[in-house]
């Protein structure tokens, strides 16, 4: 019976238990970290898809108003 309550027995448990919240705590911080992460980066991530989109539409809508202008004095003043 005193083997099963020895000293060494119940301080491995408490050194367990303190290595598994240990584990469990940097589990749950490593999900907050990412997030702000995210949450830090999505300003510039957004700036920088919306720039993308905004000059492949301006370059193909300026391509199809030349195409369907074509020979228009107007088209010289634009330029």
């Known amino acids: 019976m005193t083997d099963f309550l020895s000293l ?3 301080n491995f448990v408490v050194e367990s238990r303190d290595y598994e919240f240990a584990l469990a705590t940097i589990n749950h911080m490593v999900g907050g970290i990412v997030m702000a992460v995210l ?3 999505s300003p510039f991530i957004i700036t920088i ?3 993308a989109i905004a000059a ?3 370059n193909a809508l300026k391509e199809d108003a030349e195409t369907r202008h074509e020979g228009s004095s107007l088209v010289e ?3």
Do not use: A, F, P, Y
Request: glycine share 6%; hydrophobic share 55%.
């Open 49 to 51: 898809s919306l720039v």
């Open 77 to 79: 003043t634009n330029r």
């Open 56 to 58: 492949l539409l301006g």
């Open 39 to 41: 949450l830090l980066l």
């Open 8 to 10: 060494d027995t119940l």
